[in-house]
């Protein structure tokens, strides 16, 4: 029998701010990585759950840990990663965050403005390569096209054990959305579970999770 595992898990979105009132962020609502804290919590696994803002209900027995800025969950991640067998990382970071956020709020007088972006923080990428994280890491890849290619070029670039695919130019899976359908990438493997509920996915997710962690030995 394996044994419980420490997992960290991010989900939601980021929001970046523009000004003390706006933000910039995007349409994820936090189900799928609520739905897999709360499936490894069910299953006696310790949860660090690290999330942006959302309108969802924190699963019973995770530690849970908000942030809001992607700086913010990069910080957390760093503080907490080492601790964790497993890394989930499902949140829907925001690439790109303003390169100044104005101290009041901007006014509506010119007819146009124009902001300036620059990347933020690579959480996924920085786990092995800057944090030294040895665990099991898997990434989430969500996509609009070319999904399995784009995948696997993620899986490479950012060292992970497992990528979780999903096509979210889809209305009826992927965000906002109860159902998912999702392809699993790691190197040596791709499977196709068939569409469903995001609670039922996230029993598959965390199977392969645990398969992968528990030839390393992690107890």
């Known amino acids: 029998m394996i044994p419980p595992m420490t997992i960290l898990i991010t989900a939601g979105p980021t929001c970046e701010a523009i000004d003390p009132v706006r933000f910039l962020t995007n349409k994820s609502s936090?189900?799928?990585?609520?739905?897999?804290?709360?499936?490894?919590?069910?299953?006696?696994?310790?949860?660090?759950?690290?999330?942006?803002?959302?309108?969802?209900?924190?699963?019973?027995?995770?530690?849970?840990?908000?942030?809001?800025?992607?700086?913010?969950?990069?910080?957390?991640?760093?503080?907490?990663?080492?601790?964790?067998?497993?890394?989930?990382?499902?949140?829907?970071?925001?690439?790109?965050?303003?390169?100044?956020?104005?101290?009041q709020k901007i006014k509506k007088d010119a007819e146009t403005i124009t902001l300036k972006l620059v990347k933020t923080p690579d959480i996924l990428g920085s786990a092995k390569q800057k944090f030294g994280y040895q665990g099991v890491l898997i990434g989430f890849a969500a996509e609009t096209e070319n999904l399995e290619m784009n995948a696997r070029e993620k899986l490479k670039r950012k060292g992970c054990d497992l990528i979780v695919a999903n096509d979210v130019s889809r209305k009826d899976?992927?965000?906002?959305?109860?159902?998912?359908?999702?392809?699993?990438?790691?190197?040596?493997?791709?499977?196709?579970?068939?569409?469903?509920?995001?609670?039922?996915l996230s029993h598959i997710i965390l199977e392969h999770a645990v398969n992968l962690a528990a030839p390393r030995g992690m107890d």
């Open 30 to 103: 936090g189900k799928m990585g609520y739905a897999i804290a709360k499936s490894a919590a069910d299953q006696g696994h310790r949860v660090i759950l690290i999330s942006g803002p959302t309108n969802l209900n924190v699963p019973d027995l995770v530690d849970y840990i908000p942030v809001e800025s992607t700086q913010e969950m990069y910080d957390a991640v760093e503080h907490w990663i080492k601790k964790a067998d497993i890394a989930i990382f499902a949140a829907a970071v925001a690439d790109y965050q303003p390169a100044n956020i104005s101290e």
């Open 173 to 200: 899976i992927g965000f906002n959305t109860n159902q998912n359908e999702i392809l699993l990438i790691s190197a040596d493997y791709i499977e196709r579970p068939p569409k469903a509920s995001k609670q039922h």
